[in-house]
Structure formats: C-alpha cells, structure tokens
C-alpha cells in the first residue's frame, strides 16, 4: 500500500497513520474494517481474505482442516 492509501485507510477507520501502515506492511487488518476496505476499494474482500488466510499458524490450521473433515 503507498502512502496516499495508508492516509485514506488511517482516515476511512479513524486509526493512525502508523496504525493504517503497520496493518498493510504486515497484511493483518482486522477483519471488522474489511467491508469499508472493500467498499473505498483500497483492496477486494478476497484479497484481504487472502492475507488473512496466509497468516494462519499451522496449528490453527490443522485444527481447521479436522472441523473441515468432521
């Protein structure tokens, strides 16, 4: 994310620009500023989902999958 879209995510969620930059450089923003993401088209809902999905910790990840295969 540059700059411009870390000052409009900052501003979108009333978070600090440190904040806006920290969720983007590390590809975690909270799930409850996704929709508003979306909808100001910083990122897609897949994408975040993406980001999302890549930073599950293999343990987390097997317990997924076995409720997945119950």
Not at 28 to 48: F, G, K, M, V, Y
Not at 59 to 64: E, P, Q, T
Request: proline share 3%; glycine share 2%.
């Amino acid at each position: 994310m540059n700059t411009a879209g870390a000052d409009r995510l900052a501003a979108l969620r009333s978070v600090s620009l440190h904040t806006a930059r920290s969720w983007a450089q590390r590809d975690s923003i909270p799930s409850e500023h996704w929709a508003d993401i979306a909808r100001e088209q910083l990122a897609t809902l897949e994408e975040l989902a993406a980001a999302a999905a890549a930073k599950v910790r293999p343990s987390s990840r097997k317990l997924i999958e076995q409720k997945e295969a119950a």
